[in-house]
């Protein structure tokens, strides 16, 4: 594997010229014309170079020949020794380096093998082990007693002597303000007026069949952006029209459109609650006492490797940049690994705590941050100090590690005075005028060499727009040279072109894409496509490609400018590389730090802050440069490496596209994890899923405590208004979420409608990172805290001291010695012993099988209404909490679907036939059969009941062994799509590119017979004016579900996508069963640890954490409330194997 970012050849140096002929006029005068360019294509700017050149050396070789023959022998011997001795030490200097670069650029490995070994290595090592072996590393400063000397009071500190204050400040003079005194002499720059365009939020449920609303939509789009582009093309300091670098602003627009008021709070306005500014640094002291040093790593090392490092010689040893080091003003805690996705590959930012070098001032480090990042790169929007703080000390300082590898693991790290040094020795013009008439008589060779040392660095042109750029060839134009009219080289970059300028962000284009992709999807589910069609969708295609090729579209774009005014800077772009990553690290951190506000006011503190992240990103966030992001994209093309290696393009959308049929025949056709797995989702969603179901268990719990009285409906209507987005967003509004949340900087969000709603929803999430990281306690914790935040103090005691159930607190031992003395607990005793749950209140389970009809008995004290409300909440949380950890890449819509195929009617009934529950049931008058919703009703009521009694663990065992297991047949079988949607999905895929509406399915009544309350209809479907069946059902929707059903079956062959279905589904099992083969292989026990068993590898892992919280034997009653009651449960877990193999049984037939 090649771990260099660039190949660099003799083919591709940058010693090649060549002109048009078009540009001779152009070249006349002396002074450079920045703004005349040519924009070559790379290979035919290549091809035409290299002939000339050969064709040059050619004529240079024949003519050298002829005035050698001809010249006298004046040179001296003397002089060709000085010769032949300069050129042995350059040789010998020269071999010294490459020794070191080669290492460097194997990546300190000897064979191919190794580097491909060492990489693999790599790519499995987990963050812990990389941590590991780098804090195995020794490090020591190069010794500079001129520079600093050491504090008489404390030895750690080390501070700076005048000749190193002397340095700074021409440092500062001569590199950071050089632009700013260039700027001051040119007359103030008046940018033509910018109309206000105001971004209107389109609501969603606008509706628009014909096409000249989006069309004028495009056009509007492409004109304000192209006036935006031209605006800035005619800035009188810009370096090439083809180059954008705007600071403070987006490539065709401002970077922040928010409102005033919207622009006081936020993260994304930089405004990190909680943050505030650090105590000062002393600028020429190292500050030991204050600072905690940090060395950051990057994994994987991909085009961070380059050919051509930033090399300082001092001491007669080389020092090579390998990274940087970050000084903080408080310890860093372990926080989440920080990643970032960059060039489609996934890098992981590391920092390891080291001890802190010596030789260095603050007052260093903060001159060479703000010469690389505001007068290099030009990040002007990037501010590493507290929101309004202008004169503090940042956050972070950064210094640049310049090293050499030492004996035994160890690293000599390069006083910060010689860096200084180097980039003041460094800054020169990068050519002379004095030395143009030896540039032009220099032989191909030694133009060669000369270029080489220049080739892939960054080179600056103080005042420019923008002022910094990579130098990828040198082009001395040799064939228009003049005597004494000698014009300078040109340097040729290899650029990308901004988005917004080429077919990527073109309007047309994206439109014609679209229909492209739309026609290619809709031609795959013809059954038999017609030629038209085909040569309709091959020239859509050639549209597409004719529109990449254009001139003025391109992404790649060659520009060349003239080298006068040029600095070099002594960079390369392996610092640029680096140092593109450290805003996102600091994003990072400032974010992690300003979370311990929001754990104090929860009262609660994360063990695993990755949750707690999570919930706070809403999907439209993607954290990729830590500031303005075209201003990143335009720095890292104009002085980051010139060609990358890239990853997988996929890496982007793999883990979020959510959207259209085949995405969603393939997701669902996915099994569970055999183990919980944790989601690469990076948005809130699934928590959002989650901590729905966590919400609104916690409302049913206490609403069914607190009002022991209130029947079913009323307890309905309190939980809707508590779990309504509108109060949600209220107690998010509590929490300051708002603060933290993370969202794109948009429009979308701007409105107040759109903002409650995220927050709603984050809120959410919040509840499901606390019930994942602390358990549904701590969730309780702090929703109760949050509903009753500025209330009063009664009210709050009420809500959380909760009385136990009636029956529980007439009988606070237990109510079995009543069995004896009625028939129907005798009875409920069997039912206990098939079970094998002993309940500790038994008139808990006579209630749960006592239906409304019957009325009010002393021996139940009501029916099954309360503990059916009840049940179902407990259901919902355990069937969310199951498929959120083991259907990692379901998104919250496809765990939705499989929820409601576990948690449904048609489910539970067929789980309460294969207990037997129906024989147990209490009717006033007794039913020959129950009908479907009685039985599922019947099921919520039992587990309504076995949580009051037992708590949650034995719930979801229950749930383990009983519901669980039929989850893979659902996914088989396609339960989770009724035959309504599937025929619909079925038909959409049919849709012509008419513009018109689709085609859906119609359904007519077509006949009803019989009595109202015996009634059958009988419905037909029919798609595009043709019947497709008919079928019959006691409701009308029961006979559509029929016909749909029957449609699918007669109609195969008129709908591919069925057969695609298939294919996907049979892909899914065989996956499946490679997997549990494998599995199978690997593990020595008998029990597995699939799905289907989930539930005693489960329970023992959960009843191994009860005990430790409760060692309460099973006749007895645990001190704390009854809704969080911990039991042994081990009678449940010992022959839960028979029920296990029952439920199996049942559910294979």
Sequence with gaps: MNVTSRSISPKSSATYSGQSSGGNKERVSRRPRHDNYRSYDRRSYRGRSRDKSRERDRRRDRSGDQKSRSSSNVTSSSSKIDKWSNKTKVRAETTEREEILSKWRKNYCSTEKQITDKLEELATMTTEDILEKEKSIWTRTTPAELYYVRDETNPKIVKATLKLIQLTEKFNESLVLRASRVNALKPKYEPPPRKNRARLCKH???????????????????????????????????????????????????????????????????????????????????????????????????????????????????FIFEGFSMFSHFPLEKLPTCKVIRFNIEYTILYIEEKIPENFTVYELDLFNSFLFKEILELVDLDYKAAGDKSGCPQYHFMPRFVRELPENGKEILCMSEVLQYLLNSSKPLIERFELENMVKMTQYEWQSYADEIKGMVVTYPGKKPCSVRVDQLDRNIDFQKENDYKFPEIVHFGIRPPQLSYAGNPEYQKAWRDYVKFRHLLANMSKPTFEDKRKLEAKENKLQEMRTQGKMKRDVTVAVSAEGFYRSGIMCDIIQHAMLLPVLVCHLRFHYSLNVLEECINYKFK???????????????????????????????????????????????NTRKRGINTLINIMSRFGKQQETESNITHNERLEFLGDAVVEFLSSIHLFYSFPDLEEGGLATYRAAIVQNQHLAVLARTLKLDQFMLYAHGSDLCHDLELRHAMANCFEALMGSLFLDGGIEVADKVFSSTLFHTQDKELY??????????????????????????????????????????????????????????????????SNQRLEFLGDTVLQLIASEYLYKYFPEHHEGHLSLLRSSLVNNRTQAVVCDDLGMAKYAVYNNPKAELKTKDRADLLEAFIGALYVDQGMEFCEVFCQVTLFPRLQDFIMNQDWNDPKSKLQ?????????????????????????????????????????????????????????????????????????????????????????????????????????????????????????????????????????????????????????????????????
């Design 608 to 654: 695993n802050r990755a949750l707690l992240q999570l919930a706070l990103t809403h999907p439209s966030y993607r954290e990729n440069f830590g500031t303005n992001p075209d201003h990143a994209r335009n720095s890292l093309t104009n002085c980051g490496i010139r060609q990358p290696e890239y990853g997988d393009r996929r890496i982007h959308y793999m």
């Design 797 to 862: 005691e009420v809500w959380v001291n909760l009385p136990p159930h009636p029956l529980q607190e007439q009988e606070p031992l237990g109510d079995r010695q009543w069995i004896d003395k009625f028939e129907l607990l005798q009875n409920l005793v069997k039912f206990e012993q098939s079970i094998n749950v002993e309940f500790k209140h038994i008139r808990l389970l006579a209630r749960a099988f006592t239906d409304r009809s019957v009325g009010y008995t002393n021996l139940t004290m009501g």
């Design 204 to 318: 969603k449920t606008e509706v628009s069949s014909s096409s000249d609303s989006s069309e004028e939509d495009l056009t509007d789009e492409e004109d304000c952006t192209m006036e935006e582009l031209q605006r800035k093309q005619q800035h009188p300091d810009r370096l090439h029209p083809e180059m954008f670098n705007e600071p403070g602003e987006m490539n065709d627009g401002p970077l922040c459109r928010c409102s005033i008021k919207s622009r006081k709070s936020g993260i994304r306005h930089g405004i990190y609650p909680g943050e505030v500014s650090p105590q000062k640094c002393d600028p020429y002291s190292n500050n030991a006492d204050k600072l905690y040093h940090y060395r950051i790593t990057i994994s994987p090392p991909t085009n961070f490797l380059i050919k051509t490092p930033t090399i300082i010689q001092y001491d007669e040893h080389e």
């Design 985 to 1149: 999905q079925c038909c959409l895929t049919l849709r012509t590119m008419d513009g018109g509406e689709p085609d859906i399915p119609v359904y007519k009544v077509i006949e009803c017979k019989g009595p109202t309350n015996t009634r059958v209809y009988t419905v037909a479907v029919y798609f595009r004016g043709r019947r497709l069946a008919s079928a019959m059902g006691h409701s009308i929707q029961q006979a559509e579900m029929n016909a749909a059903k029957k449609a699918l079956e007669i109609s195969q062959d008129l709908f591919p996508q069925l057969d695609h279905q298939k294919r996907v589904i049979a892909k899914s099992m065989k996956k499946q069963r490679k997997r549990g083969k494998s599995a199978s292989r690997s593990r020595n026990v008998s029990v597995s640890k699939s799905p289907k068993s989930y539930s005693r590898s489960r329970f023992r892992h959960s009843h191994s954490r009860s005990r430790s919280r409760s060692t309460t034997p099973c006749t007895s009653k645990t001190s704390s409330s009854p809704r969080y009651s911990r039991r042994d449960s081990s009678e449940i877990a010992g022959n839960s194997s028979d029920s296990d193999t029952k439920s199996e049984t049942e559910s294979g037939k």
